[in-house]
């Protein structure tokens, strides 16, 4: 099983860019998202390190994005927590493809919370600053202010830029992605 990691800035397009591969993938964000709204434990540790913000289960996003504002810290204790339960799941999706010939990891902290294993291979997605905005401000729920929170924890974009093995460029047209995918698939076979 060759594992692909998935690295680029937020809103980017990395998670259209990972379903497009065409092999399984591991979502982090689908992921976290069935976390608040399945898991009741996760809600309590939530609730317990965040008592001001995290009321209600299924856990708010609306809850956490005021706990991330409301404090400079909040947004730590939050990925710790989260980010172990990930970990988990990650292990069950790698479990149960490790008979694929690819898997895909779109997981926003991969590199930040060394998730990576060595023989990972990187994939860049660059895209122009403003179709990134563009897209961004269309999102439900966007806000400026927990974008940069999020940035603040990541690394730096030409660092991963840097680490990756391949750049490929998304203009968020299908075509040209299904090309650059292909173009590095055969490129990773013929290694």
Do not use: C, W
Not at 112 to 129: A, F, W
Not at 181 to 191: D, E, G, R, S
């Amino acid at each position: 099983m060759i594992r692909i990691g998935i690295l680029g800035d937020i809103g980017a397009g990395k998670s259209y860019v990972a379903k497009k591969f065409g092999y399984p993938v591991f979502n982090a964000d689908d992921e976290v998202a069935l976390l608040y709204h399945k898991e009741k434990k996760i809600f309590n540790k939530l609730k317990k390190i965040l008592p001001k913000h995290i009321h209600f289960f299924p856990v708010d996003k609306k809850e956490i994005s005021r706990a991330i504002l409301a404090n400079e810290s909040n947004l730590g204790k939050i990925v710790k927590v989260i980010h172990l339960e990930i970990r988990k799941k990650l292990k069950i999706f790698l479990k149960k493809n490790k008979n694929k010939k690819f898997i895909i990891l779109d997981i926003p902290l991969l590199l930040e919370n060394k998730i990576n294993n060595k023989k990972d291979i990187l994939i860049y997605v660059e895209s122009k600053k403003s179709m990134i905005q563009k897209k961004l401000t269309k999102r439900k729920n966007f806000n400026q202010k927990i974008l940069k929170k999020f940035k603040s924890i990541q690394f730096p974009i030409n660092y991963k830029k840097k680490k990756s093995q391949y750049i490929l460029k998304n203009d968020f047209t299908e075509k040209t992605i299904k090309i650059g995918i292909n173009n590095i698939l055969k490129k990773i076979v013929y290694k």
